[in-house]
């Protein structure tokens, strides 16, 4: 009775539990961009738990990166189950909450009373997904993902990555980043601009964002205080025409 009890228990878990490594959602040269699974916290953990990423990052990035931490992430992060496309599908779609814009900004319009466009859809829809592993094979190293914004910003969403330091230099950043934002274009119609922040002194992040076409639109003056060092806020921008035109340059 207990062995039979203890294998259904165990049947049951690997029932529910989704596969790995996840079906990637871009496969590139350099790295696999997919979804995120309970699996990859040992080694999210391993790479982002370093002061040479932590010093780049806002104070909402772990440090030190514990598995805890990683797991809670991931968990926030996975793909969810949907009526549609089954368990774990990142096909689903959200919209962002009319209610929690209102919350912000009481007196400003809502999206619905503003008037009718031909070409734009009244409410972004977004993946249920929007935040991804970075993998070299079956390892995440890194991370991708874009914070959408609410109220008037609802039509730019802000673009962040990290890579973990053994991957560093091999142009994996710049690669994942071009394919994701021009996933984040594909997937999000009405979507206009994507936001690129950087703090001072971080070339590297930088420069990936000049090679992917975001182009650099000015800085907040001492606007970052992190680790004892006062820090510009560097700001750069990447809009769907330029997104495009780069496209059509390069023959796609």
Not at 12 to 31: G, I, R, V, W, Y
Not at 68 to 81: L, S, T, V, Y
Not at 119 to 136: E, G, N, S
Not at 218 to 223: V, Y
Request: aromatic share 8%.
């Amino acid at each position: 009775m207990t062995e039979k009890g203890t294998t259904n228990d165990a049947s049951a878990m690997d029932k529910a539990a989704p596969p790995f490594p996840p079906p990637p959602l871009l496969s590139l040269k350099t790295c696999i961009v997919r979804p995120y699974h309970p699996a990859d916290a040992p080694s999210m953990s391993r790479h982002g738990n370093n002061p040479l990423i932590a010093q780049w990052m806002t104070d909402m990035f772990p440090n030190p990166y514990t598995l805890e931490k990683a797991h809670g992430w991931i968990a926030m992060n996975q793909p969810q189950e949907d009526a549609k496309d089954g368990p774990h599908s990142t096909s689903a779609a959200t919209t962002i909450n009319p209610p929690l814009a209102q919350q912000l900004a009481p007196n400003a319009p809502t999206v619905s009373s503003l008037p009718p466009s031909s070409d734009k859809p009244a409410v972004l829809t977004w993946p249920a997904t929007i935040h991804y592993a970075i993998c070299i094979g079956d390892e995440c190293v890194g991370s991708i993902g874009v914070k959408p914004g609410i109220g008037e910003h609802a039509r730019s969403a802000e673009l962040g990555y990290w890579l973990g330091e053994a991957a560093w230099g091999r142009g994996i950043a710049t690669e994942a980043a071009t394919a994701f934002a021009a996933w984040v274009f594909e997937t999000v119609p009405g979507l206009e601009r994507l936001d690129g922040r950087v703090y001072s002194g971080n070339v590297a992040s930088a420069r990936v964002l000049e090679k992917i076409g975001f182009r650099r639109e000015g800085s907040l003056r001492k606007a970052v205080w992190k680790g004892g060092v006062w820090r510009d806020l560097e700001m750069s921008g990447l809009l769907r025409e330029e997104w495009a035109g780069g496209r059509e340059g390069k023959g796609e």
